[in-house]
């Protein structure tokens, strides 16, 4: 690695290496030969090259891990089943279909689609683009669609390069597209597992789930294994039609020293809902993206997350809510917990735009600093373009409250379970909101766990 | 008569018009324009200056040449870029001589100027009108020169010195080299570089040990002549134990072109002294379609140097097209406290991205941020602040309040707060909301035979209050005023 002090060199030469492993993997992705897909990975390598890596002169990276993410140049991972992958056991109890993918490609041996109902298609990336291209092209492909997303953005001043990357590499990822007012009864667990590695090795995902009116659906997204040296960009893109309901789970249950970036872009028409909940927890460097666009009138947001970060750990967290439409609602709520020498940093903003008049939008962000060496960095935005709205946003750091672990102790609990009672209390609030119930004891299990790493950490 | 009672009169009779668009017809000094170091060797011949203050702006011109194209370009505001090559740099109303030796000496149309202004440069007429008010001695800033400073003497009774920077860096070299440039260095930002090179005048405040300045000090700003800009100094230094209140006000005239006021002002509070510095902001905001109007860059900052120091802001922001305006606070001494309270309004097409930085350094320092946000027309309005806490600054705290009035539907407020905690034993809390003038509110007021302005204006001004309540008593009623004014046409 350069010195830190040649910024320019260093992402330059990491720059050079995406090319490189472009131009290497670019006959071997799926869909290739397929005309639109090929110009469509083209295009959106060049609009990446255009952009740039991600450098903290760009606002929405100020505060991200931009040094582990360009620090080295990780390559895309070739297919290599040689190897065997430990896969982790499910994580949902219960019926529910499972897809497994190992190193950014789908491992049938290790999934469980299950037999979704009429209506239902679960499938991969790559399965789709080998039999219907045209189905897929709706969905990533669109070059107009496209053009219009990034023209839609002309006010965050850069786009999204590390969108385009996945764009131009994804090599796999799941597919669940649901007909009209058809609901998937089990949830669907997806799984990525990635390998640990000696040599820096990039995996781009794309998820792609689209619900017709009044569809309904659970999705947990899990990402494990991994080590230091492992770079995972994934990219979940959704549509939510008229009237229908997605719950979305993302979490982090693998290695705590890799490098994570995923991005959730959801669109929602007339009435549709998304909940949404995030956990990341690292050691390593997390950045993770929630961009609603509240596209019709009477859509509802939920985004909610949490973030734990130990040793020297960074986690990143952005939340993008546009209201473009009247009576739209959305609520955010983020808690943080930061130990150790870790960097956490939270930005979301609420966005309204002139016609969204009757919008109702909150956001809540609190972060603990476990002791002195950490660091949290919280930007919460409004921005308002109409009158007829009610926003609001708070943020507040701190540490455990002392009265509070005065109160416990005066109990008879030890300072240590104290402790981890506050913090199971402090983020138990936004795992609770989790609507289905395996997907939320899911979730608390693997916080509980995480906790308990913070926990042992610090005491 | 009371400055602010005058006024108020005046702007009473007023019907929605900028009031102060008036220019006055003097004769004045310009030098030519556009900027090299010729025109800095130009400011500072003519201000008669050492050759350490002409070095010290050479420096930071150089530093401006190093930051060219480096305007900030995060700020929420729009304009065309400026081509400061086609601005003048110096303009001064044209003496005789060296200068006027007593107010009977100076030009009787620029008295004429600050009467109409409300401002009373004639001390006896500030007696006549503030009685039981506390007294007010104004420090008058005509285009780039100081024109006349009243009470001085009777200040200097009690060590306290306040003069033009001018004169101070004449009279007390040690002060002013000790401190200028000492908050906000020359090359701090791409504005305050360029108001280091070529800073015409402004208002220089030292409070000796001990002492409370026992009356409020003011400077008076104005920028009269045509293509040019308003580059004022203010250094204010409170020494240990004593305590100063200070505020400033502007106006300008209408014109259709924009003119650029480019203010650096610094605040020093050593141990155990307190500062408030209160601004009201109506410089010519341009007209409905956006023509003309005021470009406000301004870079204030105040560092509470001693431990139990203290610093207070607090501003209301009428006028200007746009406004770039950050006033901060360096909370370095132990236990030492920073405010800041803001009223912004931009209604027309004013643009304003406002707030403040509070920067926590020592141990047990507390800070407050109460910003209230008023859109209105096709204004926009921004909120953008910063709270760090050091990593060893322990026990710091910081409250943080942001709500955005919006009136129509064609007005922004946007709240941009960053937040930056290094150490864990901090609390900081932030809060912002954003919400319209309710139906009810409107129907309520009218039900009581108020008409709408009137009790927009009343809304408006209980929307404000937590800040107003924080101005010196003579201003907070003009500041009330100036709202309901600013506001006018806005419903309806």
């Known amino acids: 690695m350069r010195p830190s002090s040649q910024p320019d060199t260093m992402t330059d030469a990491w720059l050079a290496g995406q090319r490189?492993?472009?131009?290497?993997?670019?006959?071997?992705?799926?869909?290739?030969?397929?005309?639109?897909?090929?110009?469509?990975?083209?295009?959106?390598?060049?609009?990446?090259?255009?952009?740039?890596?991600?450098?903290?002169?760009?606002?929405?990276w100020r505060s991200g891990p931009t040094a582990a993410l360009t620090g080295q140049v990780f390559a895309p991972a070739a297919p290599d089943g040689a190897r065997a992958a430990a896969v982790p056991a499910p994580y949902l109890e219960g019926p529910?279909?499972?897809?497994?993918?190992?190193?950014?490609?789908f491992s049938p041996d290790h999934s469980d689609a299950g037999e979704p109902p009429e209506g239902v298609r679960l499938t991969t990336l790559s399965a789709l683009l080998a039999e219907n291209p045209q189905a897929a092209r709706d969905l990533i492909g669109d070059p107009d669609a496209f053009a219009e997303e990034r023209l839609s953005r002309v006010t965050d001043r850069r786009p999204q390069a590390l969108v385009a990357l996945n764009t131009a590499l994804a090599s796999d990822g799941a597919v669940l597209l649901i007909e009209d007012g058809v609901a998937l009864a089990h949830p669907l667990e997806v799984v990525h597992v990635a390998r640990e590695t000696e040599e820096p090795r990039a995996h781009h995902l794309r998820t792609l789930i689209a619900l017709g009116a009044g569809a309904r659906a659970h999705v947990v997204e899990v990402h494990a294994g991994g080590s230091a040296g492992v770079w995972t960009n994934h990219v979940t893109d959704i549509a939510v039609g008229a009237g229908a309901r997605l719950e979305h789970v993302r979490a982090d249950a693998g290695s705590e020293t890799a490098v994570h970036v995923n991005v959730a872009h959801a669109r929602l028409r007339a009435g549709a809902a998304y909940a949404g909940f995030v956990l990341a927890a690292t050691g390593g460097a997390v950045r993770t993206e929630t961009r609603l666009s509240l596209e019709e009138p009477g859509a509802d947001g939920e985004v909610n997350g949490v973030c734990l970060a130990r040793e020297s750990g960074h986690i990143d967290a952005l939340t993008r809510l546009d209201h473009h439409a009247r009576e739209g609602t959305s609520r955010q709520l983020w808690r943080g917990i930061f130990a150790d020498t870790a960097r956490g940093a939270f930005q979301g903003r609420i966005r309204v735009l002139p016609d969204a008049s009757g919008t109702n939008a909150a956001l809540d962000n609190r972060n603990l600093l476990l002791n002195a060496g950490a660091r949290a960095e919280s930007k919460p935005e409004l921005e308002i373009l109409t009158d007829d709205v009610a926003c609001s946003h708070a943020s507040a750091t701190g540490e455990l409250d002392a009265d509070a672990l005065f109160y416990l102790?005066?109990?008879?609990?030890?300072?240590?379970?104290?402790?981890?009672?506050?913090?199971?209390?402090?983020?138990?609030?936004?795992?609770?909101?989790?609507?289905h119930e395996g997907m939320r004891e899911f979730v608390r299990r693997l916080v509980d766990d995480r906790l308990h790493a913070l926990g042992s950490a610090t005491s | 008569m009371t400055p602010l009672r005058e006024t108020v009169e005046t702007v009473e009779r007023a019907s929605g018009e900028y009031r102060y668009g008036f220019v006055t017809d003097i004769e004045t000094e310009r030098a030519p324009t556009g900027l090299n170091e010729e025109i800095v060797?130009?400011?500072?011949?003519?201000?008669?200056?050492?050759?350490?203050?002409?070095?010290?702006?050479?420096?930071?011109?150089?530093?401006?040449?190093?930051?060219?194209?480096?305007?900030?370009?995060?700020?929420?505001?729009?304009f065309p870029k400026i081509d400061f090559q086609e601005a003048c740099y110096y303009a001064a109303p044209k003496q005789e001589g060296d200068g006027p030796a007593s107010l009977d000496e100076v030009d009787p149309e620029l008295l004429r100027t600050y009467e109409k202004l409300g401002i009373p440069l004639r001390e006896q007429e500030v007696l006549a009108g503030v009685a039981g008010a506390g007294n007010v001695a104004v420090d008058a800033v005509f285009d780039s020169v100081s024109v006349a400073t009243t009470f001085?003497?009777?200040?200097?009774?009690?060590?306290?010195?306040?003069?033009?920077?001018?004169?101070?860096?004449?009279?007390?070299?040690?002060?002013?080299?000790?401190?200028?440039?000492?908050?906000?260095?020359?090359?701090?930002?791409?504005?305050?570089?360029?108001?280091?090179a070529v800073f015409s005048d402004g208002s220089f405040v030292y409070v000796p040990k001990g002492v409370q300045c026992p009356m409020e000090l003011s400077t008076y700003f104005r920028i009269n002549a045509q293509g040019t800009g308003q580059f004022e100094r203010t250094l204010i230094i409170a020494d240990e134990g004593s305590r100063v209140s200070y505020l400033e006000g502007c106006t300008a005239p209408q014109r259709d072109e924009n003119q650029l006021h480019a203010a650096v002002v610094e605040l020093v509070a050593l141990k155990d002294a307190e500062i408030k510095y209160s601004t009201v902001q109506n410089w010519y905001p341009g007209d409905a379609e956006g023509k003309g109007g005021i470009y406000n860059f301004v870079t204030k900052r105040g560092a509470c140097r001693g431990a139990d120091s203290k610093i207070s802001w607090t501003q209301v922001e009428t006028g200007s097209a746009i406004t770039w305006k950050y006033p901060s606070v360096l909370l370095q001494g132990d236990r030492s406290v920073g405010e800041f309270y803001s009223v912004a309004i931009s209604n027309l097409r004013q643009q304003a991205d406002t707030g403040t930085k509070m920067i926590h350094l020592g141990r047990d320092t507390r800070s407050t941020i109460i910003s209230k946000g008023i859109s209105a027309g096709r204004g926009q309005q921004t909120y953008r602040g910063l709270v760090r806490v050091q990593p060893k600054a322990g026990g710091a705290r910081?409250?943080?309040q942001c709500d955005s009035l919006l009136i129509g539907d064609t007005c922004g407020g946007h709240t941009v707060p960053y937040i930056d905690v290094r150490?864990?034993?901090?609390?900081?809390?932030?809060?912002?909301?954003?919400?319209?003038?309710s139906d009810a509110q409107l129907f309520y007021c009218r039900q009581r035979g108020l008409d709408p302005e009137e009790a927009v204006s009343m809304i408006v001004n209980g929307f404000c209050r937590d800040v107003l309540q924080q101005l010196p008593m003579e201003f907070a009623v003009e500041a009330q005023k100036l709202l309901g004014i600013s506001l006018e046409g806005a419903v309806g």
């Open chain 1, 96 to 105: 529910r279909h499972r897809l497994v993918f190992v190193d950014g490609r």
């Open chain 2, 41 to 78: 060797r130009f400011i500072s011949a003519k201000k008669e200056e050492p050759e350490w203050l002409l070095e010290w702006r050479l420096k930071a011109f150089r530093m401006w040449l190093g930051l060219e194209n480096r305007e900030p370009r995060w700020a929420n505001v729009h």
């Open chain 1, 20 to 60: 490189t492993a472009f131009a290497a993997c670019r006959d071997s992705l799926p869909g290739s030969g397929t005309p639109w897909v090929d110009a469509l990975r083209a295009e959106a390598f060049r609009q990446f090259e255009e952009d740039g890596p991600p450098t903290a002169r760009i606002e929405e």
């Open chain 2, 398 to 400: 910081n409250f943080t």
């Open chain 2, 152 to 196: 001085k003497d009777k200040l200097a009774e009690m060590g306290v010195i306040f003069c033009p920077i001018s004169e101070a860096v004449r009279d007390h070299p040690e002060l002013v080299r000790k401190y200028l440039g000492s908050v906000v260095p020359q090359g701090d930002n791409f504005y305050a570089a360029l108001n280091s």
């Open chain 2, 423 to 437: 150490h864990p034993g901090a609390e900081v809390a932030h809060e912002a909301t954003t919400s319209r003038i």
């Open chain 1, 409 to 435: 102790r005066s109990r008879g609990l030890s300072e240590q379970l104290a402790r981890a009672l506050l913090m199971e209390a402090f983020t138990g609030a936004v795992a609770d909101r989790i609507a």
